[in-house]
């Protein structure tokens, strides 16, 4: 088994640049994993803004006014020196602070009261804006009383009434991903880090006894070609073994009521078989790999390209009609696509969809297989 | 009549229009160290790579042991190492890890394999460098470690194509050496290069390759005694006559003189005392001269006479 064991030696030598993205990959999904569940809010409520409101006004319109807003708002102490009430503004211990002049009450029901009131704000503060468009919404219904032919104690007290209906916001679109568990978002990401490990890690291994001189010392020896590609063999699909029991394990630290799921375990197996196809592609990608930084474009090439176009960092349901069908010739999106019908199913009866999520995956592995074989032919033939 | 190892017989190589081997028969016997001379492109490599089953050819026979050699003639391999011209070692592999590899490759047993690679190490003069990587080793050490792994499993034939190419003195010397000791140990060898000195040096016989056919081939002594030259004799003269210079070439076994700044450089057919001839000449024209010295046939005289062209200017 010498060959295998040059294969693990070889394969030893890179294992810091192979760990690392062992780390970068766990980094990202505990981020990704309580950053997104942060989000998961989907209701809408109203916000309450901080407002200061000094009323000088001797009528009932700026009281019933100061009333409107708290009963929206908090209201909070108005400084009575200007710098320490701008600093209450620049420091954003208020959002907005409103002067009622004397005589507001008067100006409205004569109609000039449009620009009487004063307004305090950090210029350009979206808080300000809501909070004025408030002022304005309950003084313009209470104005439309009024020229209904209302006096202002009537034209106030509908107002108010009016005013505390509240609307009903349901959202139209929703994004799938949300409200998931942690486990979709650990298995989300594999196929970026399954792709980069077997290419950097196979591509490495293998790259030594590709190469011509090399090569040809080996088919020299009294071991034979089909045990040496036998021991290759052994050693990918060992390695691949690792790196995904690695990450099984991992996953069961982190989420073990979950792996003992029906769910986790699809994800497991669905891992898995991306496994197999990730390390087709690293296969693949070897027989075009002439030194080591050719392994690394060909990493980030096939990694971060199936990844933004199987819908693995970008979520599928945003992505466009077209773009979605191209992503069909990717496998990671046949591997996204099974993460998402794993997450809606019960028993394995509904697994229909899985499964052939699944065919598709090893299909493309198998493609990749192929083609890699038909390229090591053509390079053997060229020599 | 040793007992033949490798038998080359009418093989034709052909590489689209161009023919590498043309019709090569070559023999190699049991405790030979043999070389195969001749300039880059005369189809030496190629040679090494049929005999090694590496290349399919299009006509002739290759037997080694008494065997036609094929790709899967494991239990053959299994009894030849090779060194091959490029250094074909792991980058990633330290020197005793990659001798351990290849001896692995032959030697299935892992304490014979592990004393195999011990004296490998200590025959290539390693031993400070086992834990090194093949990129931290000069030129000779990289060439001694190519050795290294391909005789560490003690074959029967060791097969070196080139080994002490782009490698300094001292490495080379004991390169040919350890070649030797290897001989005397009881391996066949066959050593290929275009350093006509080394060849000389270790190998019992030669074969002289030149555009794919073996031009010639025997000892160096055989080799030598095909061509005209027996001695090249060198003066320093000066004002030598034209007319002087006819006499010269009229003394018995000279047959042919050059003179060129102040150098006069004969050529003598093989025959005794001609140097003695020629100083004798000299001094009874009272002739005076310098620097005078013999040079005896080289291989590169051999390949000069009769491909007509020089081994050196070839390269």
Redesign the interface.
């Known amino acids: 088994m010498?060959?295998f064991?040059?294969f693990f030696?070889?394969l030893y030598?890179n294992k810091t640049s192979l760990l690392m993205y062992v780390f970068i990959y766990l980094g990202i999904t505990l981020l990704a994993s309580s950053v997104l569940q942060e989000d998961k809010k989907t209701d809408f409520s109203g916000i309450s803004l901080d407002i200061g409101v000094k009323n000088k006004d001797t009528g009932s319109l700026g009281k019933n006014l100061e009333k409107y807003l708290e009963s929206r708002n908090q209201l909070v102490d108005v400084p009575e020196e200007k710098e320490d009430l701008q600093d209450a503004i620049y420091y954003q211990e208020m959002d907005y602070v409103l002067l009622i002049p004397e005589d507001f009450t008067e100006k409205f029901q004569a109609g000039e009261w449009e620009g009487s009131l004063q307004g305090t704000k950090v210029p350009g503060s979206s808080s300000a804006y809501l909070i004025e468009n408030e002022i304005q919404n309950f003084l313009k219904t209470v104005s439309m009383y009024q020229k209904a032919g209302c006096d202002i104690e009537q034209a106030v007290t509908w107002s108010l009434q009016d005013l505390e209906q509240k609307s009903k916001v349901e959202f139209l679109e929703k994004d799938n991903s949300q409200g998931l568990p942690d486990g979709f978002y650990f298995f989300q990401y594999i196929p970026y880090v399954f792709l980069v490990m077997m290419i950097l890690g196979v591509g490495a291994s293998m790259k030594?006894f590709r190469?011509k001189?090399?090569a040809?010392?080996?088919?020299?020896?009294?071991?034979?070609?089909l045990k040496q590609n036998m021991q290759i063999f052994l050693g990918c699909m060992m390695y691949m073994l690792i790196v995904y029991i690695v990450f099984m394990a991992m996953a069961c630290l982190m989420m073990r009521e979950y792996m003992f799921t029906l769910q986790g375990f699809l994800n497991a197996a669905n891992a898995f078989l991306f496994g197999i196809c990730a390390l087709s592609v690293a296969w693949f990608s070897v027989q075009f790999a002439k030194n080591a930084a050719t392994l690394n474009i060909m990493s980030n090439v096939f990694g971060l390209g199936f990844s933004f176009l199987g819908g693995v960092f970008v979520s599928l349901d945003m992505m466009e009609e077209g773009a979605r069908r191209a992503a069909k010739f990717v496998p990671s999106y046949w591997y996204v696509t099974a993460n998402q019908h794993i997450q809606k199913v019960t028993s394995f009866s509904e697994c229909g969809k899985v499964y052939q999520s699944f065919l598709m995956v090893l299909m493309f592995a198998l493609a990749f297989f192929s083609a890699g074989l038909l390229a090591n032919r053509m390079k053997v033939k060229s020599r | 009549m040793g007992k033949k190892v490798v038998e080359i017989e009418n093989l034709v190589k052909r590489y689209k229009e161009l023919i590498a081997l043309d019709h090569l028969n070559l023999t190699v016997e049991e405790g030979e160290i043999f070389g195969l001379l001749g300039p880059n492109g005369s189809g030496k490599t190629t040679a090494i790579n049929c005999i090694l089953a590496l290349l399919h050819f299009d006509k002739g026979s290759v037997k080694v042991f008494g065997e036609e050699i094929q790709p899967d003639s494991y239990e053959i391999k299994k009894q030849i190492g090779v060194v091959l011209q490029n250094v074909a070692v792991f980058e990633e592999l330290t020197v005793q890890e990659n001798i351990d590899y290849f001896c692995g490759l032959y030697i299935q047993d892992k304490r014979t394999r592990k004393k195999y690679v011990e004296e490998a190490i200590v025959f290539s003069g390693l031993e400070d460098f086992r834990n090194f990587y093949p990129k931290k080793l000069s030129g000779g050490l990289l060439r001694r470690l190519n050795i290294a792994c391909g005789i560490a499993h003690k074959p029967k034939l060791i097969i070196m194509d080139e080994p002490t190419v782009a490698v300094d003195p001292q490495s080379r010397n004991r390169i040919l050496e350890g070649i030797q000791k290897l001989n005397q140990q009881g391996a066949t060898i066959i050593y290929t290069s275009h350093y006509m000195e080394e060849v000389e040096q270790i190998c019992s016989q030669i074969a002289i390759l030149d555009k794919g056919r073996c031009v010639a081939s025997g000892t160096k002594e055989e080799l030598k005694s095909m061509i005209k030259m027996g001695e090249k004799i060198h003066l320093e003269v000066w004002n030598l006559q034209p007319f002087q210079i006819a006499e010269i070439k009229e003394l018995r076994h000279v047959y042919q003189v050059n003179y060129q700044e102040g150098m006069l450089e004969i050529w003598c057919s093989g025959g005794k005392h001609n140097l003695v001839h020629i100083l004798d000449y000299f001094n009874s024209r009272e002739i005076g001269f310098g620097r005078v010295y013999s040079e005896l046939p080289t291989l590169n005289d051999v390949f000069l006479e009769i491909t007509g062209k020089e081994l050196r200017d070839s390269v």
């Open positions: 010498q060959v064991k040059a030696r070889i030598k030594p190469e001189d090399l040809a010392r080996n088919k020299c020896s009294s071991t034979s070609f």
